[in-house]
């Protein structure tokens, strides 16, 4: 077992008066008493929650670096006409997202990013003009051949940032692993000594062992197929399969809310299609895009996403995946990049599971893009069907890195931008300096 297996027991209540400082912002506090507490052989039940928040608090403030202030003059940049009127306005609506840190309000550092979504509630941010000509024509073909296979090569690279020294590093970095849309994996490079988990990892990587080399890299090439299917032509056995309907501590938990919420989004429903397709109309009409911390500051992230409605790319999966599950139909989690020429990132989204058909693909990330956008057509296509832009190289969220990486991880949950450990501590968020790029792509 790892460190990182106390995220297990992330939903376990703190003690009130843990509670109680880190409500008010007082971190220092919130320590002491942990470090207190620790020491003195707290509840071995506890200990487990205690020691990954000892670990996460130090970091909060990484996010949230922006006092109200600062956060006031950054829109003014773009926007002059903001005043602080508008902008608690938008704090109110949820639009920015804040913590209180040392006991005043601290706001994400890309929160203007998420504001640049929503012209209509920021109008003075600059908006960059969006060509979705390729994407429309890509997904026409899609439907027209049932399918578009692509094939991409791709070089991503970690290292450790200038100023962090170290004399021995371990590293991981996602690579694409076999599922239904990959083949012909290949590794066409990497810095020596590097080792391939199984085609199948749930959380694929390559890994160098202890090594004094500070920079790691990997080229591969892969074929990735995005078949076109309408979900809603599927006639389901009546014999209901009983995998991937579990709960996994600490996100996908099935609480009273999640329960009541699935079961009013449902009804009326005929049959697990029916059922899935309510629920991504649900995820996608309601909830809205917006950055968040590291995935570590997160608590019970699918009932998060449905109280609050906001969320990124695997916060919209999340929730999508516990209702899914709670309705009876099976749902799991797929991650990795989007890997479209010029422009590759860091991507989630979820598969569901419909018999006797197989899995099919639900990104309602994209699906509330086009929502957003009036884009009736692309909100429908991403309910059963993906896109060619796709590395997968998670298949399952929370899983352990092959070998397990023993120390404190960056991410804990999902792996895009790979680990790096130094001297046998994890570097954590900026520590790490990483980069992925397109080196060819072409469309079968």
């Not at 109680?20 to 971190?27: L, N, W």
């Not at 990484?62 to 608690?88: H, M, N, S």
């Not at 990997?218 to 009546?238: E, F, G, M, Q």
Request: aromatic share 10%.
């Amino acid at each position: 077992m790892t460190k990182n297996q106390d995220f297990r027991y992330l939903n376990d209540p703190l003690p009130c008066d843990i509670a109680r400082r880190k409500g008010m912002g007082d971190i220092e506090g919130a320590l002491r008493l942990i470090d207190a507490a620790l020491s003195s052989g707290v509840q071995p039940e506890l200990a487990a929650r205690l020691r990954v928040e000892r670990m996460r608090l130090p970091l909060l403030g990484a996010d949230y670096t922006l006092t109200r202030e600062e956060a006031i003059a950054l829109l003014q940049k773009e926007w002059p006409a903001c005043t602080g009127e508008v902008f608690d306005a938008l704090v109110d609506d949820a639009r920015i997202d804040w913590r209180c840190i040392n006991g005043r309000a601290m706001f994400h550092e890309r929160f203007v990013e998420t504001l640049r979504l929503y012209p209509q509630l920021a109008p003075g941010l600059k908006q960059e003009p969006k060509d979705n000509s390729a994407r429309d024509a890509v997904l026409s073909r899609m439907k027209a051949e049932g399918g578009v296979t692509a094939r991409i090569t791709l070089k991503a690279a970690i290292a450790p940032a200038p100023g962090v020294d170290a004399r021995r590093f371990e590293a991981w970095l996602p690579i694409p692993a076999a599922c239904p849309q990959q083949s012909e994996i290949e590794i066409l490079d990497c810095t020596p000594g590097g080792l391939c988990a199984p085609l199948d990892a749930p959380q694929r990587t390559i890994w160098w062992e202890e090594s004094e080399k500070r920079e790691f890299t990997v080229t591969y090439r892969y074929l990735h197929r995005a078949a076109c299917t309408d979900p809603l032509t599927i006639v389901p056995d009546k014999e209901q399969t009983s995998f991937c309907l579990e709960e996994q501590e600490p996100h996908l938990v099935f609480t009273p809310y999640l329960r009541r919420l699935t079961e009013r989004v449902t009804q009326g429903c005929a049959g697990p299609v029916e059922k899935a397709k309510a629920i991504y109309d649900y995820v996608t009409g309601n909830v809205d895009y917006r950055f968040q911390p590291a995935y570590l500051q997160l608590d019970s992230i699918a009932d998060y996403c449905a109280a609050g409605l906001r969320g990124d790319c695997g916060v919209f999966a999340l929730l999508f995946i516990a209702m899914c599950r709670i309705a009876g139909i099976p749902a799991q989690w797929q991650s990795g990049l989007y890997a479209y020429p010029g422009d590759v990132g860091s991507h989630d989204w979820a598969m569901f599971y419909i018999a006797p058909h197989g899995w099919l693909w639900a990104d309602c990330s994209f699906g509330s893009s086009a929502r957003r956008n009036g884009d009736a057509g692309r909100r429908a296509h991403y309910f059963g069907n993906l896109d060619p832009w796709r590395m997968v190289a998670n298949s399952a969220f929370f899983a352990p890195l092959t070998p397990p990486n023993p120390q404190w991880r960056n991410d804990p949950f999902d792996n895009q931008s790979g680990e790096l450990v130094a001297d046998g501590r994890g570097l954590m968020g900026d520590e790490r300096v990483y980069d992925r790029q397109i080196l060819e792509f072409e469309l079968l």
